[in-house]
Antibody, heavy 123, light 110 residues
Framework: EMQLLESGGGLVQPGGSLRLSCVGSGFTFSSYAMHWVRQAPGKGLEWVSSIGGAGVSTDYADSVRGRFTISRDNSKKTLYLQMNSLRAEDTAVYYC????????????????WGQGTLLTVSS | QSVLTQPPSVSAAPGQKVTISCSGSGSNIANNFVSWYQHVPGTAPKLLIYDDDHRPSGIPDRFSGSKSGTSATLGITGLQTGDEADYYCGTWDTSMKNCVFGSGTKLTVL
């Protein structure tokens, strides 16, 4: 069974930094692209960032580009999201998610999601 | 504002059928595969449909997907109270070089 377990959420002051982690199990981690998707309170799902299976290709939503960095360590089966210059509008539940393909742009869908980790940005 | 537009809410009685639309453009739906997700708040979203009209194993055939031009549709037949959730379409936008999700539709089974 595929499983994704996020960690690292918490309360951060505006302008602060935080790193989220996500450990995958039950599948060949390096063979699949991975995503971070978030849901702000009372809002819908918002795609944040993606990374290809090899860790070379990355994409970002305009709202986080230049502030967030996605990376992965395939030897540790772990996905990361480094978040800097955090803003109140980054407050959300952050989901780690697995793509059905090694490349994101083929849009074959996201077939496994973690339970999410809550980030609150507030003074 | 999402580039994929969905109705904010739909409702129907148990046992009935409902459809949820997802409207996009030539840079997303028209030229890329569409997926559909079910999300009960507080839980992990679930993939219902991938590649426009394919169901993952374990998803009942009450759920179906279709696509025509710049629009996609999720159909749910034999509605059950357990189907109450938020539903999202998703795809890749070639111009934005982004994954995109629809605005979401809340399904109420009356």
């Amino acid at each position: 069974e595929m499983q994704l377990l996020e960690s690292g959420g918490g309360l951060v002051q505006p302008g602060g930094s935080l790193r989220l982690s996500c450990v995958g199990s039950g599948f060949t981690f390096s063979s699949y692209a991975m995503h971070w998707v978030r849901q702000a309170p009372g809002k819908g799902l918002e795609w944040v960032s993606s990374i290809g299976g090899a860790g070379v290709s990355t994409d970002y939503a305009d709202s986080v580009r230049g502030r967030f960095t996605i990376s992965r360590d395939n030897s540790k089966k772990t996905l990361y999201l480094q978040m800097n210059s955090l803003r109140a509008e980054d407050t959300a539940v952050y989901y780690c998610a697995k793509d059905r393909d090694i490349i994101v742009a083929v849009a074959h869908g996201i077939d496994s999601w973690g339970q999410g980790t809550l980030l609150t940005v507030s003074s | 504002q999402s580039v994929l537009t969905q109705p904010p809410s739909v409702s129907a009685a148990p046992g009935q059928k409902v459809t949820i639309s997802c409207s996009g453009s030539g840079s997303n739906i028209a030229n890329n595969f569409v997926s559909w997700y079910q999300h009960v708040p507080g839980t992990a979203p679930k993939l219902l449909i991938y590649d426009d009209d394919h169901r993952p194993s374990g998803i009942p055939d009450r759920f179906s997907g279709s696509k025509s031009g710049t629009s996609a549709t999720l159909g749910i037949t034999g509605l059950q109270t357990g189907d109450e959730a938020d539903y999202y379409c998703g795809t890749w936008d070639t111009s934005m070089k982004n994954c995109v999700f629809g605005s979401g539709t809340k399904l109420t089974v009356l």
